[in-house]
């Protein structure tokens, strides 16, 4: 099985991806959080927890690790510090240690940040972690999704390189296409948005590897 460390394991997507990587055959969570008041709830469903501060020192957080999982966010608090330059941190890290895969949680409109008419500041942030993960020597996917709902699961989704429309979708939905592009089969070196939609997510990550 392989080890993948969860950035933002405490966030609500976060948890959602812990707990399917946590059900899956093939992965083993490894939740990385910032507070050790944070480390109980993991720790009490037999999940190994790291602390790690994406704004300091990274290099115990990647030893032993398969794959990497960023899903971390400051929520609009610190957006170059956690969003930015945290980001850059963990995939420096992240290659120093021969990740063999960082799969990354952006935002639709971090393609075109300067046209954005609200969270412009959040979406140069996650674009240029976008763009710093593109040119380093890891192997990526980086996902796009729409505004997020708390909605349940649908298994489905929209996707395309660039959908051209806005739109929801929900956490569970991207908790598991996350997740899905943690496999080797799963699309490399691709960036895509994703909505709510009606194509099963293994077989709408497929069309986006038939592009290649």
């Known amino acids: 099985m392989e080890r993948v460390l969860v950035a933002g394991a405490n966030g609500t997507t976060g948890k959602q991806i812990v707990k399917l990587l946590k059900e899956s055959q093939y992965f083993?969570?490894?939740?990385?959080?910032?507070?050790?008041?944070q480390m109980e709830q993991f720790k009490k469903d037999n999940i190994e927890t790291v602390l790690g501060d994406l704004e300091n020192d990274l290099s115990h957080t990647t030893k032993n690790i398969d794959k990497v999982l960023f899903a971390a966010g400051s929520?609009?608090?610190?957006?170059?510090?956690?969003?930015?330059?945290?980001?850059?941190?963990?995939?420096?890290?992240?290659?120093?240690?021969?990740?063999?895969?960082?799969?990354?949680?952006?935002?639709?409109?971090a393609d075109e940040p300067e046209q954005a008419e609200e969270l412009k500041d959040y979406l140069i942030a996650k674009h240029n972690a976008d763009e710093y993960l593109k040119q380093s020597n890891l192997?990526?996917?980086?996902?796009?999704?729409?505004?997020?709902?708390n909605d349940k699961a649908t298994g489905t989704i929209s996707i395309a390189e660039k959908l051209n429309r806005r739109g929801e979708i929900t956490r569970a939905d991207v908790a598991q296409t996350l997740v899905r592009s943690l496999h080797d089969d799963a699309p490399v070196n691709q960036t895509f948005e994703i909505l709510s939609g009606n194509t099963l997510i293994g077989e709408a990550l497929d069309t986006i590897n038939t592009h290649k």
């Open 28 to 37: 083993e969570p490894v939740a990385m959080v910032r507070k050790g008041a």
């Open 75 to 109: 929520g609009g608090k610190n957006v170059v510090g956690v969003d930015q330059e945290g980001a850059k941190n963990l995939i420096k890290q992240s290659s120093k240690d021969n990740v063999k895969k960082f799969v990354m949680l952006s935002s639709m409109g």
């Open 139 to 149: 192997k990526y996917t980086i996902v796009r999704p729409g505004s997020l709902t």
